[in-house]
Nanobody, 114 residues
Framework: QVQLVESGGGLVQAGGSLRLSCAAS????????MGWFRQAPGKQRELVAT???????NYNDAVKGRFTISRDNAKKTVSLQMNSLTPEDTAVYYC????????WGQGTQVTVSS
């Protein structure tokens, strides 16, 4: 089992920045991938960014060049630096970790006002 606890998020004006962080506990040595997904009202949950243990990254095209994912394997954390935010980035952001099955955090709200 893995537990994921997110922090960060909140309300920001368009063009602003936010940083999300997620701390993992439990069977963290078995985690292969960590990252972030988001779900906007009325939409399906979608990938934002992920990073493997080896450092390979995968980004949603909509956030490339604006968001940066990072991991601290020693501290068992994953972070998402979000710059140049737009109202279209408004969503609940979920921390994600993959072992044999996916694990999810409780979600943190990000709201970008125009």
């Amino acid at each position: 089992q893995v537990q994921l606890v997110e922090s960060g998020g909140g309300l920001v004006q368009a063009g602003g920045s936010l940083r999300l962080s997620c701390a993992a506990s439990g069977r963290v040595s078995s985690i292969s991938v960590m990252g972030w997904f988001r779900q906007a009202p009325g939409k399906q949950r979608e990938l934002v960014a992920t990073m493997t243990n080896g450092g390979s990254t995968n980004y949603n095209d909509a956030v490339k060049g604006r968001f940066t994912i990072s991991r601290d394997n020693a501290k068992k954390t994953v972070s998402l630096q979000m710059n140049s935010l737009t109202p279209e980035d408004t969503a609940v952001y979920y921390c994600y970790a993959h072992l044999i099955v996916p694990y999810w955090g409780q979600g943190t709200q990000v709201t970008v006002s125009s």
